[in-house]
Every structure is written in structure tokens, then in C-alpha cells.
């Protein structure tokens, strides 16, 4: 992939970033996870020392983005276009952590980029892609936000995508006693079977914390390609007990941390068996809550993409660009 030319700041300065999310600006774009990921990311690079923002995608193109020293695009469901270096100025580099649908890519895509980094261990071409998973703040998703055992029962948060997502379906089909927050359910369930239609995400940990049991699933194509659900990363830190579809690496990342079923058989099995015996006692729970929370947070991912970024950068100055 071809390095574009850079320029910077002085070597050892802190550097200025802008995260572009793929999310819309305003109280829209706080319905998006890939917001509050942005803003976890950036508060992480903040704490390394960095200058960062989150820029919703409407702000990508903005002249603006020519006096980052980083633009960090987080790829969702939207490609989005590097702003040509001006002649005069200070370039920037443009990194991009595709963290979402990757079928989405397309084939010139990558190309556009200093440095590609993707949310899956064996997606991608190793020579362009680095694999860097998702991540949690365990300055939030914490096992104290909330004490064990005393919110809901078994709880799943999402929105329907326009289908009767399988692992609620299965779960409702097996009498669990399933508390769903989310958009677009009424089309799928009775009133009383949906908690809300939204969870703020300030409330997420707690909710958590607080579960019996929390369900995940993975959209099909992210489950292949390895692209593990943040969610996994949230609740596993929060000491919550979690159930799983199957996804690639998903076993490889979090061990016995997280229960995979196929199937309703498999699910109700899982939900009516002593919890303890399932999914391990609070001791060993709160064991993977900190590997989760020491190998998986955003501190972690923001070191290597700062270094990724003054690596490109020294690279620049040493081949005599500044």
C-alpha cells in the first residue's frame, strides 16, 4: 500500500486527532454504538496524552480534518474518503479501523489509507490489514457498576435490523424470561414483552453488571470474518454472564468467559441448568472480568494506534518531507 507523503508536528509532541464515526451528528448519532465507541477511544487516547475529538461522518470532508496530524476513521456501514492533502500545510495521516461489516469494503478502499487496522484476527491480507479487535472501558463496564444478580433475569439490548434477530427469537421460544431493549420490536412481540425502546448507554454497565444472563449475537457475515460484537467486550468486563451465537475466534478471545449455543434446545438448556455450574462462580467471573479488562481496553488499543501514527510519521521525516 502506498505511503502518502506526511508532515507533523515536532517529534514527541502530542499529536491532534479526529475519530470519524459513521454515525450522524447531533442526538441522532447518540442512538449509534459506534459513537459512544469513538468516545471511549478517544478518551483513551486523551489519557495517553493526545489531542482528540469525535467528528460525526457529516464532518469528515470538513476543511478542519487538513489541520489533524490524525483523521482515524472508524469504517461502519459508510466509506468515507480522505481529504486530499493542500500543497500548503501541514498533510495528515489517515488511518482506518474498520470495526464493522466488511463486506462492505470495497476493492480501492484500503488504498486510500496510511494504515488499515481491522476488528477481526484473520481478516484482510496480514500485509495491509493489522488485526486490532474491539475494546471496553473498564473505567465504566466494571463489575462493581452494579451489584450481582438483582436486574434483569436475562437481558438482550439491540434493535431488531429489520428481522426477528434469531436469538431473541429463540430465547421467547424457550419461555425465557427475557427483558429486550431496542427499536423496532412491536413488529415481532407483544408490548409486554419489550422493556424499552432504547438503553442509554450511560446505563449499560449497570444493566450489565446487574443480569442474570446477558445474550449476544453477531450479524452473519461479522461472525465469519471474526469481528467479534463490542457488546462481548462490555458485558464480559462487567462480570456478566453471557450467551453467544458462534462467531470466528469468539472461543479463542474469551475462553469460558462467554457460553456458546446453537440452537433453542442448546439455549434452554444453558438458561435453566444451575448458573454457577454454567458459567462459573463470581470469583472466576470477576478472574475474566480483569483479563477482559487488562488485555481488551481502549487504553490498550489507543497505544498501538499512537504508535502506528508517529511510526508513519517519523517515516516521513526521516525520508526528508519536513
Known amino acids: 500500500m502506498k505511503l502518502r507523503s506526511l508532515f507533523g508536528r515536532q517529534a514527541g509532541a502530542p499529536l491532534r486527532w479526529s475519530v470519524v464515526t459513521a454515525a450522524p451528528k447531533g442526538e441522532p448519532g447518540l442512538l449509534w454504538g459506534d459513537t459512544w465507541f469513538a468516545t471511549d477511544l478517544v478518551a483513551a487516547l486523551q489519557r495517553q496524552g493526545q489531542i482528540a475529538a469525535v ?22 456501514l459508510r466509506r468515507v474518503h480522505p481529504v486530499p492533502n493542500a500543497p500548503a500545510g501541514s498533510p495528515t495521516t489517515w488511518m482506518m479501523w474498520i470495526i464493522s461489516h466488511p463486506e462492505l469494503i470495497e476493492p480501492d478502499e484500503l488504498g486510500d489509507y496510511d494504515a488499515v487496522f481491522a476488528a477481526s484476527q484473520s481478516w484482510g491480507d496480514p500485509k495491509v490489514v493489522t488485526p486490532l479487535l474491539q475494546a471496553t472501558n473498564p473505567l465504566r463496564f466494571t463489575p462493581q457498576a452494579a451489584a450481582p444478580d438483582t436486574g434483569d433475569d436475562v437481558l438482550f439490548v439491540g434493535s431488531t435490523r429489520g428481522s426477528f434477530r434469531p436469538i431473541v427469537k429463540d430465547a421467547i421460544s424457550v419461555d425465557a424470561n427475557i427483558a429486550i431493549y431496542g427499536v423496532g420490536w412491536e413488529a415481532y412481540l407483544e408490548p409486554q414483552q419489550i422493556r424499552a425502546g432504547f438503553l442509554p448507554n450511560i446505563e449499560l454497565p449497570a444493566a450489565y453488571a446487574s443480569a442474570g444472563v446477558v445474550l449476544n449475537d453477531h450479524w452473519p457475515q461479522m461472525a465469519a470474518d471474526g469481528f467479534l460484537s463490542n457488546r462481548l467486550f462490555d ?75 508517529q511510526a508513519l510519521r517519523s517515516v516521513a521525516r526521516a525520508d526528508g518531507h519536513v
Open 235 to 309: 458485558a464480559v468486563a462487567a462480570g456478566a454472564r453471557v450467551i453467544s451465537d458462534p462467531a470466528q475466534g469468539l472461543e479463542r478471545i474469551f475462553g469460558n468467559g462467554v457460553r456458546i449455543y446453537q440452537g433453542p434446545a442448546q439455549l434452554r438448556e444453558l438458561l435453566n441448568r444451575d448458573r454457577d455450574e454454567v458459567f462459573g462462580d463470581r470469583r472466576t467471573r470477576l478472574a475474566v472480568a480483569k483479563e477482559v479488562a487488562q488485555s481488551h481496553s481502549f487504553d490498550v488499543r489507543a497505544r498501538v494506534l499512537i504508535e502506528r501514527a
Open 55 to 76: 467528528v460525526p461522518r457529516g464532518g469528515a470532508q470538513s476543511p478542519a480534518r487538513e489541520r489533524d496530524d490524525v483523521v482515524l476513521v472508524l469504517r461502519g
